[in-house]
Protein backbone atom coordinates (compact mmCIF):
# COMPACT_ATOMS: atom_id res chain seq x y z
CA UNK A 1 0.00 0.00 0.00
CA UNK A 2 0.75 3.80 -0.39
CA UNK A 3 1.67 5.33 2.63
CA UNK A 4 1.54 9.11 2.69
CA UNK A 5 3.34 10.63 5.63
CA UNK A 6 3.90 14.54 6.59
CA UNK A 7 6.32 17.59 7.79
CA UNK A 8 7.41 16.72 5.91
CA UNK A 9 4.97 15.14 3.18
CA UNK A 10 6.95 11.78 1.47
CA UNK A 11 5.41 7.95 0.39
CA UNK A 12 6.61 5.08 1.18
CA UNK A 13 5.40 1.40 0.08
CA UNK A 14 4.30 -0.70 2.35
CA UNK A 15 2.97 -4.36 1.29
CA UNK A 16 -0.46 -5.53 2.89
CA UNK A 17 -2.84 -6.80 4.47
CA UNK A 18 -1.81 -5.16 7.88
CA UNK A 19 -3.42 -3.25 10.38
CA UNK A 20 -3.41 0.01 11.22
CA UNK A 21 -1.74 -0.75 14.78
CA UNK A 22 0.51 -3.04 12.99
CA UNK A 23 1.27 -0.13 10.15
CA UNK A 24 2.54 2.33 13.32
CA UNK A 25 4.33 0.11 14.85
CA UNK A 26 6.36 -0.97 12.00
CA UNK A 27 6.72 2.85 11.03
CA UNK A 28 8.43 3.41 14.75
CA UNK A 29 5.17 6.15 14.83
CA UNK A 30 3.17 6.69 17.94
CA UNK A 31 -0.52 6.21 17.75
CA UNK A 32 -0.87 8.85 20.04
CA UNK A 33 0.20 11.78 17.92
CA UNK A 34 -1.17 10.62 14.60
CA UNK A 35 -4.30 10.26 13.03
CA UNK A 36 -4.43 7.63 10.15
CA UNK A 37 -7.13 8.25 7.32
CA UNK A 38 -8.24 5.63 4.56
CA UNK A 39 -9.33 6.53 1.50
CA UNK A 40 -10.87 10.02 2.72
CA UNK A 41 -11.57 8.70 6.34
CA UNK A 42 -10.73 8.31 9.53
CA UNK A 43 -10.13 4.78 10.63
CA UNK A 44 -9.58 3.16 14.08
CA UNK A 45 -6.68 1.17 15.02
CA UNK A 46 -8.01 -2.31 14.62
CA UNK A 47 -8.89 -1.65 11.39
CA UNK A 48 -7.59 -3.65 7.85
CA UNK A 49 -5.77 -1.94 5.75
CA UNK A 50 -5.19 -3.44 2.26
CA UNK A 51 -2.42 -3.90 -0.14
CA UNK A 52 -4.22 -1.84 -2.43
CA UNK A 53 -5.08 1.02 -0.25
CA UNK A 54 -3.53 4.27 -0.03
CA UNK A 55 -3.04 5.80 3.82
CA UNK A 56 -2.60 9.06 4.77
CA UNK A 57 -0.85 9.07 8.38
CA UNK A 58 -1.37 12.95 9.37
CA UNK A 59 0.63 14.16 12.62
CA UNK A 60 -1.70 15.70 14.98
CA UNK A 61 1.42 17.69 17.56
CA UNK A 62 1.13 21.12 17.02
CA UNK A 63 4.47 23.31 18.21
CA UNK A 64 2.42 26.18 19.11
CA UNK A 65 2.16 26.21 22.60
CA UNK A 66 3.49 29.14 24.30
CA UNK A 67 1.62 29.90 27.03
CA UNK B 1 -14.26 -1.43 16.19
CA UNK B 2 -17.84 -0.79 17.22
CA UNK B 3 -18.82 3.17 18.37
CA UNK B 4 -19.67 3.53 22.14
CA UNK B 5 -23.06 4.98 22.06
CA UNK B 6 -25.01 3.61 18.57
CA UNK B 7 -23.06 0.17 18.17
CA UNK B 8 -22.10 1.33 14.41
CA UNK B 9 -18.70 0.91 12.90
CA UNK B 10 -16.44 3.09 14.77
CA UNK B 11 -13.91 5.57 12.79
CA UNK B 12 -12.25 7.33 15.35
CA UNK B 13 -10.89 5.53 18.68
CA UNK B 14 -10.30 7.28 22.22
CA UNK B 15 -8.03 5.62 24.41
CA UNK B 16 -8.22 7.62 27.15
CA UNK B 17 -12.39 7.20 27.54
CA UNK B 18 -11.73 3.24 26.57
CA UNK B 19 -13.92 4.45 23.48
CA UNK B 20 -14.38 4.46 19.93
CA UNK B 21 -16.72 6.66 18.11
CA UNK B 22 -18.56 6.56 14.65
CA UNK B 23 -18.47 10.17 12.90
CA UNK B 24 -21.89 11.55 14.45
CA UNK B 25 -21.62 10.47 18.01
CA UNK B 26 -17.66 11.53 18.28
CA UNK B 27 -18.70 15.02 17.10
CA UNK B 28 -21.27 15.13 19.51
CA UNK B 29 -18.57 13.70 21.95
CA UNK B 30 -16.09 17.03 21.16
CA UNK B 31 -19.38 19.39 22.03
CA UNK B 32 -20.34 17.75 24.85
CA UNK B 33 -16.65 18.03 26.09
CA UNK B 34 -16.19 21.43 25.35
CA UNK B 35 -19.86 22.33 26.73
CA UNK B 36 -19.14 20.93 29.87
CA UNK B 37 -15.52 22.92 29.77
CA UNK B 38 -17.49 25.71 29.51
CA UNK B 39 -20.32 25.27 32.38
CA UNK B 40 -17.45 24.05 35.35
CA UNK B 41 -15.22 26.56 34.42
CA UNK B 42 -17.91 29.54 34.36
CA UNK B 43 -16.20 30.70 30.64
CA UNK B 44 -19.21 32.37 29.27
CA UNK B 45 -22.63 33.36 29.95
CA UNK B 46 -25.20 33.76 27.70
CA UNK B 47 -25.23 36.86 25.26
CA UNK B 48 -21.18 36.67 25.54
CA UNK B 49 -19.20 37.92 22.37
CA UNK B 50 -16.36 35.63 21.71
CA UNK B 51 -13.43 36.76 19.90
CA UNK B 52 -11.61 33.61 18.89
CA UNK B 53 -7.97 33.70 18.22
CA UNK B 54 -7.48 31.96 14.53
CA UNK B 55 -4.48 30.51 13.39
CA UNK B 56 -5.47 28.66 10.29
CA UNK B 57 -4.69 25.25 12.64
CA UNK B 58 -6.72 22.41 13.62
CA UNK B 59 -7.31 23.83 17.18
CA UNK B 60 -8.63 27.69 16.53
CA UNK B 61 -11.01 26.52 13.62
CA UNK B 62 -12.38 23.43 15.78
CA UNK B 63 -12.85 25.89 18.79
CA UNK B 64 -14.59 28.29 16.52
CA UNK B 65 -16.80 25.71 14.89
CA UNK B 66 -17.81 24.08 18.16
CA UNK B 67 -18.42 27.57 19.89
CA UNK B 68 -20.73 28.28 17.08
CA UNK B 69 -22.16 25.00 17.00
CA UNK B 70 -23.15 25.64 20.66
CA UNK B 71 -24.92 28.76 19.93
CA UNK B 72 -22.12 31.54 20.96
CA UNK B 73 -21.92 34.81 19.23
CA UNK B 74 -18.40 34.15 17.69
CA UNK B 75 -16.20 36.23 15.93
CA UNK B 76 -12.49 35.48 14.58
CA UNK B 77 -9.21 37.40 14.71
CA UNK B 78 -6.51 36.17 12.29
CA UNK B 79 -2.93 37.05 13.09
CA UNK B 80 -0.68 37.81 10.18
CA UNK B 81 3.42 36.45 11.63
CA UNK B 82 5.22 37.11 8.62
CA UNK B 83 6.43 33.70 8.43
CA UNK B 84 6.76 33.22 4.93
CA UNK B 85 4.76 30.65 3.30
CA UNK B 86 3.69 28.98 6.11
CA UNK B 87 1.99 32.37 7.30
CA UNK B 88 0.27 32.55 3.65
CA UNK B 89 -1.66 29.27 3.78
CA UNK B 90 -2.73 29.65 7.38
CA UNK B 91 -3.91 32.85 6.64
CA UNK B 92 -5.75 31.33 3.70
CA UNK B 93 -7.43 28.39 5.40
CA UNK B 94 -8.37 30.97 7.94
CA UNK B 95 -10.02 33.23 5.81
CA UNK B 96 -11.72 30.16 3.90
CA UNK B 97 -13.61 28.83 6.52
CA UNK B 98 -14.94 32.41 7.45
CA UNK B 99 -16.05 33.08 3.69
CA UNK B 100 -17.65 29.30 3.73
CA UNK B 101 -19.66 30.54 6.94
CA UNK B 102 -20.49 33.68 6.74
CA UNK B 103 -18.36 35.02 9.41
CA UNK B 104 -16.61 38.00 10.44
CA UNK B 105 -12.71 37.46 10.88
CA UNK B 106 -10.42 40.92 12.08
CA UNK B 107 -7.23 40.60 10.72
CA UNK B 108 -3.48 41.99 12.08
CA UNK B 109 -0.82 42.07 10.08
CA UNK B 110 2.16 42.47 12.68
CA UNK B 111 4.60 43.74 9.27
CA UNK B 112 2.22 46.32 8.29
CA UNK B 113 0.50 47.51 11.67
CA UNK B 114 3.52 47.30 14.05
CA UNK B 115 6.60 47.20 11.16
CA UNK B 116 8.04 43.88 12.34
CA UNK B 117 7.74 40.24 11.88
CA UNK B 118 8.18 37.28 14.23
CA UNK B 119 11.70 36.11 12.24
CA UNK B 120 12.43 39.72 12.41
CA UNK B 121 12.03 40.11 15.98
CA UNK B 122 13.88 36.29 16.72
CA UNK B 123 16.92 38.01 15.37
CA UNK B 124 16.72 41.24 16.87
CA UNK B 125 16.08 40.23 20.13
CA UNK B 126 18.10 37.30 20.47
CA UNK B 127 15.32 35.10 21.59
CA UNK B 128 13.38 32.07 20.34
CA UNK B 129 11.02 32.73 17.48
CA UNK B 130 7.79 31.16 19.81
CA UNK B 131 8.89 33.20 22.20
CA UNK B 132 8.49 36.83 20.17
CA UNK B 133 5.59 35.10 18.58
CA UNK B 134 3.12 34.17 21.50
CA UNK B 135 4.39 37.68 23.34
CA UNK B 136 2.82 39.62 20.15
CA UNK B 137 -0.50 36.99 20.32
CA UNK B 138 -1.10 37.53 23.87
CA UNK B 139 -0.83 40.86 23.56
CA UNK B 140 -2.91 41.88 20.68
CA UNK B 141 -5.48 39.46 21.09
CA UNK B 142 -6.40 41.06 24.34
CA UNK B 143 -5.56 45.02 22.84
CA UNK B 144 -8.44 44.21 19.91
CA UNK B 145 -10.37 42.13 22.04
CA UNK B 146 -10.84 45.53 24.45
CA UNK B 147 -10.88 47.87 21.72
CA UNK B 148 -13.65 46.06 20.14
CA UNK B 149 -15.74 45.29 22.84
CA UNK B 150 -15.53 41.37 23.20
CA UNK B 151 -16.68 39.92 26.63
CA UNK B 152 -13.62 37.51 26.49
CA UNK B 153 -10.85 35.68 24.11
CA UNK B 154 -11.03 32.14 22.93
CA UNK B 155 -7.79 29.97 22.37
CA UNK B 156 -7.17 26.84 21.09
CA UNK B 157 -5.04 25.68 23.72
CA UNK B 158 -5.85 22.13 24.38
CA UNK B 159 -5.31 19.50 26.57
CA UNK B 160 -1.70 18.36 25.06
CA UNK B 161 -0.97 21.87 24.70
CA UNK B 162 -1.60 22.60 28.58
CA UNK B 163 -0.47 19.60 29.86
CA UNK B 164 3.30 20.03 28.00
CA UNK B 165 3.10 23.74 29.72
CA UNK B 166 1.92 22.44 33.24
CA UNK B 167 4.82 20.04 32.42
CA UNK B 168 7.48 22.72 32.27
CA UNK B 169 6.46 24.89 35.19
CA UNK B 170 6.27 22.21 36.99
CA UNK B 171 9.81 21.29 35.95
CA UNK B 172 11.38 24.88 36.96
CA UNK B 173 8.56 25.23 39.53
CA UNK B 174 7.19 28.29 37.70
CA UNK B 175 4.93 29.19 40.72
CA UNK B 176 3.24 32.56 39.29
CA UNK B 177 2.89 30.87 36.06
CA UNK B 178 1.24 28.13 37.79
CA UNK B 179 -1.19 30.36 39.46
CA UNK B 180 -1.60 31.73 36.18
CA UNK B 181 -2.18 28.34 34.10
CA UNK B 182 -6.20 27.97 34.30
CA UNK B 183 -8.69 27.47 31.63
CA UNK B 184 -10.38 30.78 32.36
CA UNK B 185 -8.72 33.91 33.54
CA UNK B 186 -11.39 36.25 34.59
CA UNK B 187 -11.60 39.86 32.87
CA UNK B 188 -8.83 42.78 35.21
CA UNK B 189 -8.14 46.05 34.48
CA UNK B 190 -6.46 46.39 31.13
CA UNK B 191 -7.09 42.72 30.39
CA UNK B 192 -10.05 40.86 28.71
CA UNK B 193 -11.27 37.41 30.06
CA UNK B 194 -9.39 34.63 28.61
CA UNK B 195 -11.21 30.85 28.57
CA UNK B 196 -9.74 27.89 26.70
CA UNK B 197 -12.75 26.20 26.05
CA UNK B 198 -10.74 22.69 23.97
CA UNK B 199 -9.15 22.01 27.49
CA UNK B 200 -10.61 18.34 28.00
CA UNK B 201 -9.82 17.34 24.57
CA UNK B 202 -6.45 16.00 23.11
CA UNK B 203 -4.90 17.26 19.52
CA UNK B 204 -5.79 13.67 18.59
CA UNK B 205 -9.70 14.28 19.12
CA UNK B 206 -9.33 17.99 17.41
CA UNK B 207 -7.50 16.69 14.39
CA UNK B 208 -10.17 14.51 14.48
CA UNK B 209 -13.26 16.79 14.59
CA UNK B 210 -11.27 18.69 11.61
CA UNK B 211 -11.30 15.90 9.00
CA UNK B 212 -14.83 14.80 10.45
CA UNK B 213 -16.37 18.23 10.20
CA UNK B 214 -14.70 18.65 6.89
CA UNK B 215 -12.64 21.93 7.97
CA UNK B 216 -9.42 22.26 6.11
CA UNK B 217 -6.50 23.41 8.42
CA UNK B 218 -2.55 23.94 7.68
CA UNK B 219 -1.44 20.62 8.10
CA UNK B 220 2.23 21.77 8.20
CA UNK B 221 4.00 22.45 11.09
CA UNK B 222 5.57 26.19 12.09
CA UNK B 223 8.74 26.01 10.17
CA UNK B 224 10.03 28.41 13.24
CA UNK B 225 8.59 25.74 16.07
CA UNK B 226 11.72 23.04 15.36
CA UNK B 227 12.97 22.66 18.77
CA UNK B 228 10.63 24.12 20.60
CA UNK B 229 10.70 22.85 24.08
CA UNK B 230 6.90 22.12 23.90
CA UNK B 231 6.95 19.74 21.53
CA UNK B 232 9.99 17.84 23.66
CA UNK B 233 7.65 17.43 26.71
CA UNK B 234 4.24 16.71 24.09
CA UNK B 235 6.57 13.77 23.10
CA UNK B 236 7.41 12.80 26.31
CA UNK B 237 3.84 12.93 27.50
CA UNK B 238 2.92 10.95 24.52
CA UNK B 239 4.98 8.15 25.83
CA UNK B 240 3.82 8.42 28.77
CA UNK B 241 0.16 8.21 27.16
CA UNK B 242 0.69 5.32 25.15
CA UNK B 243 1.71 3.01 28.17
CA UNK B 244 -0.92 4.49 30.17
CA UNK B 245 -3.29 6.14 28.42
CA UNK B 246 -5.33 8.58 30.45
CA UNK B 247 -1.97 10.03 31.73
CA UNK B 248 -2.11 13.12 29.98
CA UNK B 249 -5.91 14.16 31.33
CA UNK B 250 -5.09 13.53 35.00
CA UNK B 251 -1.97 15.41 35.06
CA UNK B 252 -3.20 18.11 34.01
CA UNK B 253 -7.13 17.98 34.95
CA UNK B 254 -6.14 17.01 38.34
CA UNK B 255 -3.74 19.72 38.28
CA UNK B 256 -7.06 22.31 38.17
CA UNK B 257 -8.97 20.17 40.69
CA UNK B 258 -6.68 19.50 43.23
CA UNK B 259 -3.25 21.64 43.10
CA UNK B 260 -3.80 25.00 40.77
CA UNK B 261 -5.67 27.22 43.82
CA UNK B 262 -2.24 26.49 46.22
CA UNK B 263 -0.41 28.77 42.94
CA UNK B 264 -3.36 31.31 42.49
CA UNK B 265 -1.20 33.58 45.33
CA UNK B 266 1.71 33.48 43.74
CA UNK B 267 -0.11 34.91 40.54
CA UNK B 268 -2.31 37.52 42.22
CA UNK B 269 1.38 38.99 44.09
CA UNK B 270 2.42 39.42 40.91
CA UNK B 271 -0.66 41.37 39.49
CA UNK B 272 -0.33 43.73 42.37
CA UNK B 273 2.47 45.47 40.96
CA UNK B 274 1.02 46.10 37.52
CA UNK B 275 0.87 49.92 36.04
CA UNK B 276 -0.13 51.00 32.20
CA UNK B 277 2.51 50.76 29.75
CA UNK B 278 2.92 54.93 28.86
CA UNK B 279 3.52 53.66 25.05
CA UNK B 280 0.52 51.70 24.70
CA UNK B 281 -1.65 51.65 28.62
CA UNK B 282 -1.31 47.74 28.81
CA UNK B 283 -0.40 46.52 32.11
CA UNK B 284 3.30 46.07 32.99
CA UNK B 285 5.53 45.99 35.78
CA UNK B 286 8.19 46.92 33.82
CA UNK B 287 9.04 50.98 32.61
CA UNK B 288 7.10 49.95 29.62
CA UNK B 289 5.38 46.83 28.22
CA UNK B 290 7.15 43.50 26.78
CA UNK B 291 5.13 44.10 23.83
CA UNK B 292 6.51 47.76 23.16
CA UNK B 293 9.51 46.51 24.30
CA UNK B 294 9.57 44.19 21.63
CA UNK B 295 8.21 46.11 18.99
CA UNK B 296 10.71 48.92 19.45
CA UNK B 297 13.82 46.34 19.53
CA UNK B 298 12.24 44.73 16.52
CA UNK B 299 12.39 47.94 14.29
CA UNK B 300 15.44 49.40 15.21
CA UNK B 301 17.45 50.15 11.63
CA UNK B 302 14.13 50.19 9.99
CA UNK B 303 13.39 53.82 9.29
CA UNK B 304 10.39 53.23 7.78
CA UNK B 305 9.12 50.97 10.96
CA UNK B 306 10.66 53.37 13.61
CA UNK B 307 8.31 56.08 12.00
CA UNK B 308 5.85 53.99 11.47
CA UNK B 309 5.77 52.79 15.19
CA UNK B 310 6.22 56.98 16.12
CA UNK B 311 2.92 57.23 14.65
CA UNK B 312 1.27 54.47 15.97
CA UNK B 313 2.72 56.02 19.54
CA UNK B 314 1.54 59.23 19.23
CA UNK B 315 -2.10 58.35 17.89
CA UNK B 316 -2.16 55.72 20.61
CA UNK B 317 -1.09 58.61 23.27
CA UNK B 318 -3.99 60.59 21.69
CA UNK B 319 -6.53 58.18 21.64
CA UNK B 320 -6.14 56.28 24.58
CA UNK B 321 -5.69 53.08 21.99
CA UNK B 322 -5.28 53.10 18.77
CA UNK B 323 -7.38 52.03 16.07
CA UNK B 324 -4.80 50.17 13.12
CA UNK B 325 -6.50 46.84 11.93
CA UNK B 326 -8.49 45.34 8.88
CA UNK B 327 -11.58 43.69 9.21
CA UNK B 328 -11.94 41.37 6.48
CA UNK B 329 -14.95 42.18 4.41
CA UNK B 330 -17.44 40.49 5.31
CA UNK B 331 -19.18 38.03 2.49
CA UNK B 332 -22.67 38.80 1.25
CA UNK B 333 -24.81 37.70 3.86
CA UNK B 334 -22.73 37.52 6.34
CA UNK B 335 -23.40 38.97 10.08
CA UNK B 336 -22.20 42.78 10.48
CA UNK B 337 -18.96 42.82 11.60
CA UNK B 338 -17.78 43.52 15.26
CA UNK B 339 -17.01 47.17 14.96
Redesign the interface.
Known sequence: MKVVL??PRREVDVSGPTTVDALLARLEL??????V?CGD??????AQLADADVVEI?????????? | MKCRRCRAPAVVDVRRHNAAFCRECFLRHVREQVRRAIDDHDMLQPGDRVLVAISGGKDSLAAWDVLRELGYDADGLYLGLGIGSYSDESSRYAHEYASRHGLTLHSVDLARDYGYDVPGAAVATRRAPCGACGLSKRHLFNEVALERGYDAVATGHNLDDEAAVLLGNVLRWETAYLGRQHPVLPAAEGFVRKIKPLVRLGERETAAYCVLSRIDYIVEECPMAAGNRHLGYKELLNELEDRSPGSKAAFLLGYFERAHSRFAGDAASERAHLRPCPECGAPTTGDICAFCSLRARATVGDEAAVELVARRTARGRSSGRSARRATAPAPPGAPTGAG
Open positions: RNNPESVLITLVTRDRPVISGGATP
